[in-house]
């Protein structure tokens, strides 16, 4: 048991110490409305502006007493090389939840003034990014601190929950396949583009599948669940089956191929998961036939989620997916750079601003995506492995959760995204 005494009893407040509390150190607290110490409690914090000798003193800043988006002044420092937010002057030098809170609540992106040309919160307009932490999962360093701070200042406390390493694989399904089942027109289309660009390769490649029915490149789900299996390890698939389009580039679901892959998946223990159209973004109606689709095509209920191009808006994007049933959501993350977008790599649970309350919408977080390497940072498959080594060290060294997304496509070692196959192998591993 944790005795916490504050004066700042909101829902912001139970928010973040249920995180920490519960969720993180797996132990029950208590608020006390006076600054008395309690029998029944290990360890005594104190969360108030007066100081309180023997205990641990944390001082509020004020920001977990407020409500709805207002201007808030966040001070940064460093204490022994750790970057700390709402810095100040008592025991572990920030106010640890507050800091938490405006992480994890995406506070920030509330706020946002300016939105890319896809509609999204841009990692450029991040305090995480402006400060070069972005690759730093800040939250599981800010508990761990705390957790240290706590067993040496109170040597009889309870050991805190034990939390593992979990790689987690998640690979989205933009387009199952690369030439097979698009049709006459869209065959054609594709055959005169890559004609005018000389693209011999891809022109004898497209001939083989559509007329002589060899293996289309995308269709790599043999080698995807070979490998798997050799690491004794379950993938999560995000299925896109939207209405085609300029971003969205499935072919028809109801194609017996299509849905006898999705059957495979689902029998041999992977999960699958809604991918919401390019076109569905702030389009509830649309998402839910998309998730009705699916549903059909695999047999049992869909509730988990990535949107397409990450497109997602804060609040209503997050309300729709709860009201249309989705339990876990997966786009927490940027695809042109690596890192922590809730500056953490665990999952928690998505704060509402808007309503201020606490949802059961559980935000499961990724740090790596294929193409921010490879699109963005322009790195070879090798660069790749080595420039992931420090923030994957990060992550086992705060037990934490390393979810990464690939593609069928970058997964089918072919064109440009040929020898991509040893990132995923090597982010597959338990140690680097």
């Not at 977008?341 to 201020?356: D, G, I, M, V």
Request: hydrophobic share 35%; charged share 20%.
């Amino acid at each position: 048991m944790i005795a916490i005494y504050t004066p700042y009893h909101s829902n912001r407040t139970k928010y973040v110490l249920d995180y920490i509390f519960g969720q993180q150190f797996g132990c029950s607290y208590q608020l006390l409305n006076s600054p008395v110490r309690s029998d029944s409690a290990t360890a005594h914090i104190n969360y108030s502006n007066t100081f309180l000798e023997g205990w641990l003193n944390i001082s509020p800043s004020g920001f977990l007493d407020q409500t709805g988006i207002q201007q808030v002044e966040i001070n940064f420092k460093k204490v022994n090389s750790l970057p700390l937010m709402f810095a100040n002057d008592t025991d572990l030098g920030f106010d640890i939840f507050s800091a938490i809170f405006y992480c994890l609540s995406r506070y920030e992106e509330y706020q946002a003034t300016e939105l890319d040309q896809h509609n999204r919160f841009s990692y450029k307009q991040s305090i995480l990014y402006q400060h070069n932490v972005l690759q730093i999962p800040l939250v599981d360093c800010w508990v761990n601190y705390l957790q240290s701070y706590l067993e040496v200042l109170h040597p009889s406390l309870v050991k805190l929950k034990e939390r593992n390493l979990k790689v987690k694989p998640t690979i989205d399904i933009d387009a199952i396949f690369t030439y097979k089942g698009k049709g006459f027109k869209r065959q054609m289309g594709g055959f005169l583009r890559d004609l005018s660009q000389f693209k011999w390769k891809q022109i004898n490649k497209r001939v083989g599948v559509f007329l002589f029915g060899k293996q289309d490149p995308f269709d790599n789900f043999d080698y995807q669940l070979k490998v798997l299996k050799e690491h004794s390890i379950k993938a999560l698939y995000f299925v896109q089956v939207g209405a085609y389009g300029v971003y969205d580039k499935n072919i028809n679901p109801l194609r017996k191929d299509f849905q006898d892959i999705l059957k495979r998946l689902v029998a041999e223990g992977h999960g699958v998961g809604l991918h919401p159209s390019y076109a569905s973004f702030l389009n509830k109606e649309t998402i839910a036939k998309e998730k009705a689709i699916l549903e059909n095509m695999i047999g049992q209920k869909v509730v988990k989620s990535r949107q397409h191009y990450l497109r997602f808006s804060l609040p209503q994007t997050y309300s729709d997916l709860v009201a249309l049933g989705i339990q876990k959501e997966y786009s927490m993350g940027y695809s042109e750079v690596p890192g922590f977008r809730a500056s953490t790599s665990k999952p928690f649970y998505w704060y509402n601003l808007t309503l201020e309350e606490s949802t059961s919408l559980e935000v499961v977080p990724f740090s790596a995506m294929d193409v921010a390497y490879k699109e963005f940072m322009k790195l070879t498959p090798t660069e790749s492995i080595k420039s992931i080594d420090l923030m994957r060290h990060q992550i086992e060294e705060t037990k934490g959760y390393f979810c990464f997304v690939f593609h069928n496509e970058s997964l089918s070692d072919y064109d440009t995204w040929k020898g991509w196959r040893t990132v995923f192998e090597n982010w597959l591993k338990n140690e680097n």
